[in-house]
């Protein structure tokens, strides 16, 4: 084992035999940059050596799930306390992932927060504390009460601005003094008392390490660590221009302060402008999070229940699966649920992003926080806690927020070798000035040398991508799209070709009865009402399509006196003392039933359009045809020529019959159809088109969707289907309008438009900035405002993405 090798350990489930344990052994031994790996079939556990430069955990996670067995982990959230810019949640993040039995660690600068995959046979919660505490942080496992998370977040901004308002008070006599410093204002008049050194000194002190200390504390634990932060350039800057003003201050007793060259105000009032940098920022970051309350509030407080028939009315945590909720009118229902009683409109709005009210029904689901309207409900609850769409909605923001973007990669490499270098320039700045620009001149090269270690603090590199993604993720949370990770809301804007799904995506996936045609002397009521009561003996979709249709019309259902379903071909029944034949033309034939030739061109017309239609024969008579289809979405057309306007190819995926497909396809404006594809089919049609240079993004709702949901570039989900596509998918759509799809892709580019921008101002500021302080044209205190402000313009550019309109 080298000195850079580690090793990690993984509980592999799904291994039956001693072939299968080999099975992984052999894989995992044969990839690059893997040492050793011992699977031991018993214990179901792996032990694996590895070179981190050759091969990743994830990796090695990857291979054996592609061998076909599972990997167990877990992952915890932490909150982390005395990050102070980038390079501590970089060190932060290097220090986790370089644990044994750590998969992947991430920690947000931003959120103040850590999410760790780990492997709990090798590693506990426990020691990841500990490990964050050695490097000199503080941490604690994230619980899942948000108010207390909000709260502890309002407690460090108070704490932030009476440190800032103490310290403003102490410096703004300092800063006065200042006005004493130059030639041309010496005619302002100056109490001697300010100019006193040791009254200096009195106001600067506490200043300097009692508000300040977090400062030194912080670059104290950064380089006890082998790194270097923002505290350190801030501690080095202002001790230099402090212990600097000291000694002048011991060596010059009995002088006239005027005569000094101090700079209590240079430490000072630059301490006060980082800490009201640090004040905006932090409510700034604050607001960012403002999707993640506004959901949080939508969830009703408590909730009226039947216990041991009574009604009575209880905090939300205590209602369990099952229980009877009574929901009255302008309510907001408090839990998933299946409605048992009554009828209502519910304005799902706030989930779905759906302006309509909803019309509900017994036996249809409702979801918790949306607001019943108008009806009295009693509802069955199914989800409850943690389990309900909101909650699950909260968990996926709040991951989005705290993940990491690719592009965020550079920015936490920069951070990590930014500020040794500052340090380099700020000691060549002072030695240039002190031996060459103005020789012999301690205080003019020592105010240089701090101007620079100020104007470079990294802090808006470190803020510019995370709170894009935190603005950006929020704000399509509102739209009804969730974006699962940083990298999918970054990744989303390359897509260029989408493949959607046809039933319950391009279509509302329910049949519906859409057309009746009419043998002569045929009455359409007396027909249907045949119909229909022969059909509601069927399970078929189709068959329940007819029956609701019909009962729509008003027309009665009779009893049926035989039944019996012919598959293939369709149904036989006597109903009223008739016969009935409903189905194919097969079944007509099989009959000796003859067609008229309207007939004929009634059922082809039908097929043509993507209808499904079924011949009807009474008493071995042909009495006309009623037609079935599963109708396009009213918004799926728009949507679609919405995406072909943005310049994406749009294709449509089924495993209907080519004829059918391409009638769907015209109506809906598609001109790419993949027709009669089998279910497991469908993720090899998506890595054809990703072999020929596209980006995919592939649009499902159903559980034959999930492996080409998994396989595409970008998965989404549309957010009425199935839990398993949605847990397969990188986005899910809450509303089932397809316009959510542009709204994704516009969502993307606008985040990777704003996180360019940032980075941008950010790299820029520095690059501008240091030279400018370096040749002496910023005075320390500007270079500390100018810095403050940097941090602040980043974050509230990112959060302009809270202001879009799609």
Request: hydrophobic share 45%; aromatic share 6%; net charge negative.
């Amino acid at each position: 084992m080298s000195e850079q090798s580690k090793e990690t350990t993984f509980n592999i489930t799904g291994m039956t035999c001693a072939a299968c344990s080999a099975r992984i052994e052999k894989g995992l031994n044969k990839m690059e940059g893997v040492e050793q790996a011992n699977v031991n079939l018993a214990l179901e556990k792996s032990t694996i050596t590895y070179d981190p430069k050759k091969v990743k955990p994830e990796e090695l996670q990857q291979k054996i799930e592609k061998l076909g067995y599972g990997v167990s982990m877990d992952v915890a959230e932490f909150n982390i306390t005395g990050m102070t810019c980038a390079a501590c949640s970089t060190r932060v993040e290097k220090g986790l992932n370089k644990m044994d039995g750590v998969t992947s660690a991430n920690v947000n600068l931003t959120l103040e927060t850590a999410t760790v995959t780990y492997n709990p046979e090798a590693v506990s919660p426990s020691d990841i504390i500990a490990k964050v505490e050695k490097l000199g942080y503080g941490a604690e496992r994230k619980q899942d009460k948000q108010g207390e998370q909000i709260d502890h977040r309002q407690r460090a901004i108070e704490k932030q601005k009476w440190k800032f308002i103490i310290s403003a008070i102490l410096s703004l006599p300092l800063l006065y003094t200042m006005v004493g410093h130059f030639s041309f204002t010496s005619w302002i008049y100056m109490p001697d008392f300010l100019m006193n050194p040791w009254f200096q000194f009195a106001l600067a002190t506490p200043v300097q390490f009692i508000i300040g200390s977090q400062f030194y504390i912080g670059a104290f634990k950064a380089l006890r660590n082998g790194s270097a932060n923002m505290d350190v350039l801030v501690v080095l800057g202002t001790s230099a221009a402090y212990f600097y003003s000291l000694y002048q201050s011991i060596q010059s007793i009995g002088a006239h302060a005027h005569e000094l060259s101090l700079y209590y105000e240079t430490s000072a009032v630059l301490i006060t402008l980082i800490l009201l940098g640090k004040l905006f920022e932090a409510k700034a970051k604050g607001r960012s999070s403002e999707a993640i309350k506004k959901l949080m509030g939508l969830q009703a407080k408590t909730a009226i229940v039947e216990r041991d028939g009574e009604e009575i009315e209880v905090p939300l945590e205590e209602v369990t699966t099952g229980d009877i909720v009574f929901v009255k009118p302008g309510e907001k229902v408090p839990v998933d649920g299946e409605i048992v009683e009554g009828r209502s409109a519910l304005d799902e709005s706030m989930i779905t992003g759906e302006s309509v009210p909803v019309d509900k029904v017994v036996g249809d689901a409702v979801i918790g926080a949306t607001i019943n309207k108008n009806g009295f409900l009693k509802i069955r609850a199914t989800k409850v806690g943690s389990d309900t769409a909101l909650a699950q909605i909260v968990k996926v923001v709040e991951q989005a927020q705290g993940s990491k973007a690719p592009i965020q990669r550079l920015a936490d490499k920069i951070s990590g070798i930014f500020v040794p270098i500052v340090v380099g320039i700020a000691a060549v700045t002072f030695l240039i000035w002190y031996f060459i620009a103005d020789p012999g001149n301690f205080p003019e090269a020592l105010e240089k040398m701090i101007a620079v270690l100020v104007i470079a603090c990294p802090c808006a590199l470190g803020l510019a991508t995370p709170t894009s993604i935190m603005a950006g993720s929020g704000r399509a949370a509102e739209f009804g799209i969730l974006f699962k990770g940083g990298e999918h809301l970054e990744q989303t804007h390359k897509i260029d070709t989408v493949l959607l799904d046809k039933t319950g995506t391009v279509t509302n996936g329910k049949p519906v009865l859409t057309d009746v045609v009419l043998a002569p002397n045929w009455n359409e009521k007396e027909l249907l009402g045949l119909v229909a009561s022969a059909e509601k003996q069927s399970e078929h979709p189709l068959a329940e399509a007819i029956v609701k249709g019909v009962q729509e019309k008003g027309v009665a259902l009779t009893q049926v006196e035989s039944f019996d379903a012919v598959p293939g071909f369709g149904i036989e029944a006597k109903v009223n003392n008739r016969i009935l034949l409903i189905g194919t033309r097969r079944l007509m034939e099989k009959h000796l039933v003859t067609i008229d030739e309207l007939g004929h061109q009634a059922m082809n017309g039908f097929e043509e359009e993507g209808k499904t239609a079924m011949l009807v024969a009474v008493d071995g008579s042909y009495a006309g045809i009623v037609a079935v289809a599963d109708t396009i979405k009213d918004s799926s057309k728009q949507a679609i020529n919405r995406l072909i306007n943005m310049g994406i190819d749009v294709w449509m995926i089924t495993g209907d019959n080519e004829r059918t497909a391409k009638a769907i396809a015209q109506e809906a404006g598609i001109q790419h159809v993949i027709a009669e594809v089998l279910p497991e089919q469908k993720a090899n049609e998506v890595k054809k088109l990703q072999e020929n240079g596209k980006h995919v993004a592939m649009v499902g709702d159903g559980i034959n969707d999930a492996p080409a949901l998994a396989v595409a570039d970008i998965g989404m989900a549309i957010g009425t289907g199935t839990d398993v596509a949605m847990e397969a998918a990188d986005i899910t759509l809450m509303r089932g309008d397809l316009n959510s799809i542009a709204d994704a892709i516009m969502m993307s580019k606008s985040t990777v438009r704003n996180i360019k921008q940032n980075l941008f101002w950010a790299l820029g500021y520095n690059t501008l900035g240091i030279p400018i302080a370096a040749l002496g044209f910023l005075a320390p205190w500007v270079a500390g405002a100018a810095m403050a402000f940097s941090s602040v313009s980043v974050v509230l550019n990112a959060l302009r993405l809270q202001k879009i309109k799609l």
